[in-house]
Nanobody, 124 residues
Framework: QVQLVESGGGLVQAGGSLRLSCAAS????????LGWFRQAPGKEREFVAA????????YYADSVKGRFTISRDNALNTLHLQMNSLKPEDTAVYYC?????????????????WGQGTQVTVSS
């Protein structure tokens, strides 16, 4: 089992920045990739960004490319999401997720563990 706890959400004005963090604990040695997803009210949960835990290769949704940066600290088992130039449409609950294996990293169904989420609200 892997436990994930997100932090860093909040209220920010459009154009501002936030940094989300996700602390992983438990059987973290078999994590293959970690990702960030978000879900706005009335919408499906969608992929934001992912990183392969060992190799460090990153993936981004087109909607956040160039504004968001995913990173990880392997020694501390921590995942981060730096969010710059935030827009009102970025408002959502952001979830951290981890997967043990496989190839794909952009689908919710590919992940084995989920955090409880942190709210990000961007005002116009």
């Amino acid at each position: 089992q892997v436990q994930l706890v997100e932090s860093g959400g909040g209220l920010v004005q459009a154009g501002g920045s936030l940094r989300l963090s996700c602390a992983a604990s438990g059987r973290t040695f078999n994590m293959y990739a970690l990702g960030w997803f978000r879900q706005a009210p009335g919408k499906e949960r969608e992929f934001v960004a992912a990183i392969r835990w060992i190799a460090g290769r990153t993936y981004y949704a087109d909607s956040v490319k160039g504004r968001f940066t995913i990173s990880r600290d392997n020694a501390l088992n921590t995942l981060h999401l730096q969010m710059n130039s935030l827009k009102p449409e970025d408002t959502a609950v952001y979830y951290c997720a981890a997967k043990r294996g496989g190839v794909g990293v952009t689908s919710t169904g590919e992940y084995d563990y989920w955090g409880q989420g942190t709210q990000v609200t961007v005002s116009s």
